[in-house]
């Protein structure tokens, strides 16, 4: 099939898009004591200079002593911090492209580093880093309101800065998804509930707080799963209607675009229909969402990581839905971690260029 819904502009709020490409965020360690360089600035003008319509970063910590587990991951605060990522952005619009910061907080996560510790206490919903294991203890109530505070004023910086959007990162097991799920949220206050929408109550304070700050007209995204790093195989939203119940707490808090992250994307959500996370959560909410998982490659994410290549793949049934309107823009992130020139090549029809994806790339900001 022609590439060419992939290729049509999107508009919503203040975000305008040339197409429906987005990078999506991937962890680079190349920003030393959390700064990023002038190598990590042309590394996303690259994306940029080659039709990437909006490129999501890498996670970013807010100000939270243990809001990540890598000395090296970028930081969104702090004086050094963010002139950093003012020449981000720069670089960014000098390619016409356009850019949104995912702001993050990994929560009760193991460090990656064995020789690095985070300068203070970890934080999660219960002290638990999964379903019966401890890590840390739970946030006391002045420590969630300084998390949410932190997420709000990383948003208005990103703002400030001449970002184009902002996203929370609330997916894959970390902080906002470890309030999300009852494996590892067992509070008994107003953080805490047997329902997963009351569950949803810190991510909905954020998203309340973030709006805030940046206004009615900012774009805010929210990266979501069912899946865990913990668990691949949980689920949030068993039906339908316990998604409904979710997502549209997180609509009705400030959420403008849900980032439906799942392993593969064309896998269904749900028995009875064809539809896969973004598509039911386009349908559910009204509102619009991005779709991501294995685009673009025959191997999903998390084999990678164990050394397995992945090779180019058909792109025809990601067009297939996407001209059915199930989605509205489409996260590639291997595929393009690989190379910066691949959202070009699909374009300009170059498919025999494109190329297999090897982990050795993540060693490299190419």
Not at 133 to 146: C, L, S, W
Not at 193 to 221: M, N, Q, T
Request: glycine share 10%; net charge negative; proline share 6%.
């Amino acid at each position: 099939m022609a590439a060419d819904a992939l290729f049509q502009p999107f508009a919503f709020k203040g975000l305008n898009l040339k197409n429906r490409i987005v990078m999506a965020p991937m962890t680079r360690s190349f920003s030393p004591g959390g700064v990023p360089t002038e190598e990590v600035a042309q590394y996303y003008k690259r994306r940029a200079a080659a039709e990437v319509g909006l490129i999501v970063s890498e996670g970013t910590g807010v100000n939270r002593p243990a809001s990540l587990n890598d000395p090296n991951v970028p930081r969104f605060h702090g004086d050094k911090e963010l002139a950093g990522w003012k020449r981000v952005i720069e670089a960014v619009h000098e390619a016409h492209g356009a850019m949104a910061p995912q702001l993050w907080h990994v929560g009760a996560v193991k460090t990656r580093d064995p020789e690095w510790t985070p300068p203070g206490p970890y934080d999660s919903p219960s002290g638990l880093s999964r379903p019966g294991k401890q890590f840390g203890e739970a946030m006391t109530d002045a420590e969630v309101a300084d998390a949410i505070s932190a997420f709000a004023e990383a948003a208005k910086a990103a703002k400030d800065l001449g970002f184009e959007a902002v996203e929370l990162h609330g997916a894959h097991g970390y902080l906002i998804d470890q309030f999300f799920w009852e494996g590892t949220n067992v509070r008994e206050d107003a953080y805490g509930s047997k329902e997963l929408p009351g569950r949803a109550r810190f991510a909905a304070d954020i998203l309340r707080a973030v709006r805030k700050a940046v206004g009615p007209d900012y774009p805010v995204i929210i990266r979501i799963s069912q899946w865990k790093q913990q668990d691949y195989e949980v689920k949030l939203a068993h039906d339908p209607k316990a998604m409904e119940a979710w997502l549209g707490a997180l609509v009705d808090a400030g959420a403008d675009i849900l980032h439906c992250s799942q392993r593969r994307f064309w896998e269904p959500e749900f028995e009875g229909s064809d539809l896969n996370f973004a598509g039911w959560a386009k349908k559910l909410t009204g509102v619009p969402t991005i779709t991501v998982g294995s685009v673009g490659l025959s191997g999903e994410f998390i084999a990678s990581w164990g050394g397995e290549q992945s090779q180019p793949a058909s792109l025809d049934e990601l067009l297939r839905r996407l001209e059915r309107g199930d989605f509205d823009l489409v996260g590639v992130g291997r595929a393009l971690l690989q190379d910066p020139e691949w959202a070009l090549k699909v374009k300009e029809g170059r498919t025999g260029e494109l190329m297999s994806y090897d982990r050795a790339a993540l060693a490299t900001l190419s």
